[in-house]
């Protein structure tokens, strides 16, 4: 793609909205209709004269190995490295954000900082590092696509896979458009409530929903969904078992469901930790449904941070934190029963 004279980059997937120059972006389930002048929702893409840009391609704000563990992906080549990388910027506002100073610092100061790092560099510092995969994570990746876009072909150039970490919000157009290098993706699925969508992250359930639905069953992305329990907002067993159905029906019982403990942040401050009494109820209604790998997130050294065979019991990927301890995927499959273990590059 590459910087124009002005050294700012045009964006992808957007297209001319009627009259005054106004633009549609194409990228996220808003559809943003952007004016003259004005920024999209996600305050990092810009109309200028007619054309949109992306405001971040040349401000990485994080650039470092990760175990993939970390992404969560479970099922996705276990054990190995992934190089991570963010620009600021997010198109949902959720009140507990983790990464809050980066993705939201464009909506609340105006704020885009970074370095120049080239696509090139990236792939470069993934090599060198000894990853396997390039991670577009810590804010939402469907607001950088041009960078991921770049970066995704190079990488598959050099033999690395490209994952993300979404809220979900991309359109089918997003998906396609990145459908030539990315290899695997986790999901938050923050809950099956309307009203917790629009209150607590200021966006809407069903996008997700079909978000999730598409990649699982018309594309070879390798899917994995991350919930994060947040108490007395959604970790009742009618919501739990609702999420938990939904994955098994629409997405399949391989998809492996992550449940996160949560812990008070950015605005979010008035709550306490997940117990680890709902966690483990959560669990037992997503295996109850159906769901054949259900683990607890944050929360070291659980039993559940493990890989057993849902078929004959058999652990067969042993978790300490992100560290893997042992792995006794054999083919593919479990060494004892021979049931298919689903995953990419077990």
Not at 126 to 134: E, F, N
Not at 146 to 168: H, M, Y
């Amino acid at each position: 793609m590459g910087p124009t004279k002005d050294n700012s980059y045009r964006a992808v997937l957007w297209e001319p909205s009627g009259e005054d120059k106004k633009v549609r972006c194409k990228l996220c389930s808003w559809r943003c209709v952007i004016d003259d002048g004005k920024l999209g929702r996600c305050c990092v893409r810009k109309n200028v004269d007619g054309v949109l840009y992306s405001l971040t391609y040349d401000k990485i704000c994080s650039a470092n190995p990760d175990p993939i563990e970390k992404k969560p992906l479970f099922h996705f080549q276990p054990g190995t490295s992934s190089f991570s990388i963010a620009t600021m910027g997010c198109n949902f506002r959720c009140e507990f954000c983790q990464n809050w100073q980066i993705s939201q610092a464009a909506l609340e100061d105006g704020r885009i900082d970074g370095q120049a790092i080239t696509p090139e560099q990236i792939v470069a510092a993934a090599v060198r590092s000894g990853c396997k995969s390039i991670a577009y994570t810590y804010t939402e990746p469907t607001v950088f696509m041009e960078l991921c876009n770049d970066c995704g072909r190079l990488a598959k150039e050099r033999g690395l896979t490209n994952v993300f970490v979404s809220n979900g919000y991309e359109t089918k157009e997003a998906i396609d458009f990145a459908g030539d290098w990315l290899n695997g993706i986790n999901v938050d699925l923050k809950s099956f409530s309307e009203d917790y969508y629009k209150r607590l992250c200021k966006a809407r359930l069903q996008p997700v929903l079909d978000t999730i639905s598409y990649i699982a069953n018309q594309t070879n992305i390798w899917l994995e969904v991350t919930t994060l329990l947040v108490p007395g907002e959604n970790d009742s067993d009618d919501e739990l078992k609702q999420l938990a159905d939904f994955i098994v029906s629409k997405a399949g019982a391989d998809v492996p469901w992550h449940i996160s403990r949560f812990h008070p942040q950015y605005k979010y401050l008035d709550s306490v930790a997940t117990p680890v009494e709902s966690l483990e109820r959560a669990e037992q209604i997503g295996k109850a449904a159906g769901l054949h790998y259900v683990y607890l997130g944050n929360m070291p050294g659980a039993k559940s941070e493990s890989t057993f065979c849902y078929k004959c019991g058999r652990m067969l990927i042993k978790r300490a934190g992100y560290r893997i301890l042992a792995n006794h995927i054999t083919n593919s499959c479990c060494p004892d029963c021979g049931v298919r273990i689903a995953g990419f590059e077990l």
